[in-house]
């Protein structure tokens, strides 16, 4: 893999995941209800399920989710279903001081991690997603599995540094305003995830070919 096909992976991963999709909501989520020791949990469970996406692109399951009517429809409902779910959580979560939620420990740090986890793995579009998308940078003349492994390297670094844009972006907000106002900026979140869950029920095989 060329230094040129690399750094234009870099830049099309980047614009791709720089747009609010769930794992950056609850990024900003994470970042203003509990701060950044437990937002980086969130990083963690976000990064683990680029990595198992990609591992599953590798061994040709993006294909298997793509060629199963059935396969497809569980994953794409549960995931639509967890959406819907985490947005009710998050309108109903009560805003709170960063010192109070960081008490919650490591407790709230597994569960965060979970949650972008279940997120991350739950959304066919993420797999459908690499599958069509990471073949365009694989060299066919190259051993297959060293560029994949640089390609989710890559990808789960350009993650990271997103949502920690998105999760300081929102620690930031919960400093500088009013409890009432990021009780809104939760809602807000919420109506989002809730929207994009239409969205991902919505979405047909069809719409990545």
Not at 69 to 80: N, T
Not at 81 to 106: D, K, N
Request: charged share 10%.
């Amino acid at each position: 893999m060329s230094f040129t096909t690399l750094l234009l992976y870099i830049v099309a991963v980047s614009a791709v995941m720089i747009t609010p999709g769930p794992s950056m909501l609850l990024a900003l989520n994470n970042g203003a209800s509990h701060g950044m020791r437990i937002a980086s949990y969130g990083f963690a469970g976000a990064v683990l399920s680029d990595l198992l996406l990609i591992a599953a692109v590798g061994c040709g399951l993006g294909a298997l989710l793509q060629a199963s009517e059935q396969l497809f429809s569980i994953v794409k409902w549960g995931g639509a279903a967890y959406l819907v779910y985490l947005a009710w959580m998050m309108w109903r979560a009560p805003t709170q001081a960063l010192a109070a939620s960081a008490q919650s420990g490591e407790a709230s740090g597994r569960g965060t991690f979970l949650r972008s986890l279940v997120v991350g793995l739950s959304n066919p579009k993420g797999l459908l997603f690499f599958t069509a998308f990471l073949p365009q940078f694989i060299r066919q003349d190259q051993p297959a599995v060293p560029q994949y492994m640089i390609l989710a390297v890559v990808t789960a670094s350009v993650d990271c540094v997103m949502m920690f844009i998105y999760a300081y972006g929102g620690r930031h907000a919960m400093r500088t305003f009013s409890a009432r106002v990021m009780g809104w900026i939760n809602r807000s979140c919420a109506g989002m995830l809730a929207v994009l869950a239409i969205g991902l029920s919505l979405y047909r095989r069809s719409d990545m070919s």
